[in-house]
């Protein structure tokens, strides 16, 4: 959870990171910069969220008490939350790939391909972050 909580924080510094680079070389599908700015609250949310889970296990195994119904929501939960940042950033990235092929203009070119490679990245990411809450799902299901 903590490797998913830290990768999160890096996704939302590279998101901002890129907003001016974005804003200058918008993609056509795109109109403005309202589809970023919420996926970097979604992905603040989902941090919070993250840690939160942490701090509600912590407190938890202190007191002995079974968790495991609640952290199997909260789990689905975080899972849903992965396979929605999933579904945006491959938009984001079919609305970008066309530019980085073109001839028109070379600097929107370079630009377009520096954000697919990071969006790629980041998608690659949360794929794997998903995974990952599969697997823990599926232990603490096991051992139930």
């Known amino acids: 959870m903590r490797k998913i909580s830290i990768e999160s924080a890096m996704h939302n510094y590279i998101l901002t990171m890129l907003k001016p680079l974005i804003h200058e070389c918008p993609p056509k599908n795109v109109l403005d910069i309202e589809t970023l700015v919420s996926l970097q609250g979604n992905i603040e949310e989902a941090i919070t969220h993250t840690k939160s889970l942490i701090d509600f296990m912590d407190s938890m ?7 495991t119904s609640s952290v199997v929501d909260k789990l689905t939960e975080l899972e849903n939350y992965e396979e929605s940042a999933v579904k945006i950033y491959s938009f984001l990235l079919r609305s970008y790939l066309p530019i980085t092929s073109t001839r028109v203009d070379s600097k929107y070119r370079v630009s377009s391909k520096l954000i697919v490679k990071l969006l790629k990245s980041i998608s690659d990411d949360e794929k794997h972050h ?5 697997s823990v799902r599926e232990l603490i299901m096991e051992r139930k």
């Not at 998903?130 to 599969?134: A, F, G, I, K, S």
């Open 61 to 67: 195994v202190k007191t002995n008490n079974d968790i």
């Open 130 to 134: 998903n995974e990952l809450l599969q």
